[in-house]
């Protein structure tokens, strides 16, 4: 008989990607370099990470804009997002309906030389990233613009031998790297550890970002 081996204290990560990303995504980009350009007008006043330079972080009301390529990403995000709300806590549809979802929901422009420091995010329970255009990817240098999440079992390494060193995933002591494409989202839980890595490409790379919370209204 096989050894039963379960996946105690999981961390639910989703992704997904927009069917039509080719057409929306410069769309978006577009729009969104617009308002870099206009400086302090679209910029976040009292961003809670120092902002490095070459990273551009907006304010935190993106998906409120009426433009039709935001509020069409605005629906995918919010239809993935729920998708796994509903799977995760086996909620029926009736109690989709009462749900409430609230967010704050920003865009980041990088350039060469921009990251953004390991954090997490509070008073949310999830979170999620959209890539509108990766940037390149320099042959020298595969790390650049790594979207990273940190392994949260803090104590999984606190002693290693041969019996431990090369646990397979799941179960193993390291990292976990997204490298974009663009049309990409990632939803995790906000509580997880993460960072963008130095990006080094000559161009922009541009995701969109969200933080969650949610209601359930009185039936």
């Not at 927009?18 to 009292?46: F, V």
């Not at 995010?121 to 979207?147: F, I, K, N, Q």
């Not at 839980?189 to 969109?208: A, C, K, L, N």
Request: proline share 7%; hydrophobic share 35%.
């Amino acid at each position: 008989m096989p050894l039963e081996i379960s996946s105690m204290f999981a961390v639910p990560m989703a992704q997904d990607t927009h069917p039509d990303a080719g057409r929306l995504n410069p769309q978006i980009k577009s729009l969104l370099l617009a308002r870099e350009a206009e400086g302090t007008r679209y910029a976040n006043p009292n961003p809670s990470l120092k902002q490095h330079p070459g990273v551009f972080e907006s304010d935190f009301n993106l998906f409120a804009w009426p433009e039709t390529c935001i509020q069409q990403l605005r629906h995918f995000c919010w239809t993935a997002l729920g998708r796994l709300v509903q799977d995760l806590n086996r909620y029926s549809a009736e109690e989709m309906q009462r749900l409430q979802i609230f967010s704050h929901t920003w865009f980041h422009v990088t350039r060469h030389g921009g990251f953004t420091i390991m954090h997490t995010h509070p008073m949310a329970s999830w979170s999620g990233v959209y890539c509108v255009d990766p940037g390149e990817t320099p042959d020298d240098r595969p790390e650049s613009g790594v979207l990273r999440f940190h392994n949260p079992h803090h104590y999984s390494n606190y002693f290693t031998d041969a019996g431990n060193t090369r646990l397979r995933a799941p179960y193993h002591h390291g990292t976990w790297s997204i490298r974009f494409k663009a049309g990409q989202l990632v939803l995790f839980p906000s509580w997880v550890q993460h960072e963008v890595m130095p990006f080094y490409g000559r161009d922009e790379r541009i995701t969109i970002a969200f933080n969650c919370w949610f209601g359930m209204r009185d039936g």
